[in-house]
């Protein structure tokens, strides 16, 4: 697969500056969008032609993306080489990606939060504004992540519906609330 189609080259281009907004190297999302959209299984070589990079910047791209756990090694009968394909099932790719920043990003902010808040508490002069600030910050992120594991154990198929009837959601919410 060394030629992309018109609309294949804008995803791609396109995913790569997505990452980079993300926090994600450019090489490294450029290479998940080429194996998303790839109908087969492609090896370092063809992902290194096909965007013209170095081959080495598809080697530390693909071993990041097996990282997160969104590209696996494939083998083939008759090649000797690693073949890498990406996630088809775009639900289950970003509950991997969520999952991943969640441990990578959030646990650690979570974690800190509740040693700076043990730590004003047990000074000898609590600072009462940044203890208030700290918990809010806190409770904030303990309650986002119990609704994130709350809405990570629903099926597929129920997250799907959900998403597809988001203006009914909101009108079920409202008419709980009393809105307009």
């Given at each position: 697969m060394s030629k992309l189609s018109s609309a294949g080259e804008k995803f791609i281009l396109h995913w790569g500056e997505m990452g980079t907004r993300w926090g994600v190297n450019r090489s490294v999302a450029q290479v998940h969008a080429l194996l998303y959209v790839s109908p087969n299984p492609l090896h370092a070589e063809e992902i290194a032609d096909t965007l013209s990079v170095a081959r080495s910047n598809v080697s530390t791209s693909l071993r990041e993306l097996q990282g997160w756990g969104l590209v696996r090694v494939v083998h083939l009968l008759g090649d000797r080489r690693d073949h890498f394909e990406s996630m088809h099932d775009?639900?289950?790719?970003?509950?991997?990606?969520?999952?991943?920043?969640?441990?990578?990003?959030?646990?650690?902010?979570?974690?800190?939060?509740?040693?700076?808040?043990?730590?004003?508490?047990?000074?000898?002069?609590?600072?009462?504004?940044?203890?208030?600030?700290?918990?809010?910050?806190?409770?904030?992120?303990?309650?986002?992540?119990?609704?994130?594991?709350?809405?990570?154990?629903?099926?597929?198929?129920?997250?799907?519906?959900?998403?597809?009837?988001?203006?009914?959601?909101?009108?079920?919410?409202?008419?709980?609330?009393?809105?307009?």
């Open positions: 775009v639900w289950e790719m970003f509950h991997v990606i969520l999952d991943e920043r969640k441990r990578r990003e959030i646990d650690p902010t979570l974690q800190m939060l509740r040693s700076c808040v043990t730590e004003i508490q047990q000074g000898e002069k609590p600072d009462k504004h940044m203890q208030e600030r700290m918990t809010w910050m806190l409770e904030f992120f303990e309650g986002m992540t119990s609704l994130y594991a709350e809405a990570r154990r629903l099926p597929p198929h129920t997250l799907r519906a959900w998403v597809r009837g988001k203006g009914k959601v909101r009108r079920w919410i409202d008419s709980l609330l009393g809105s307009d």
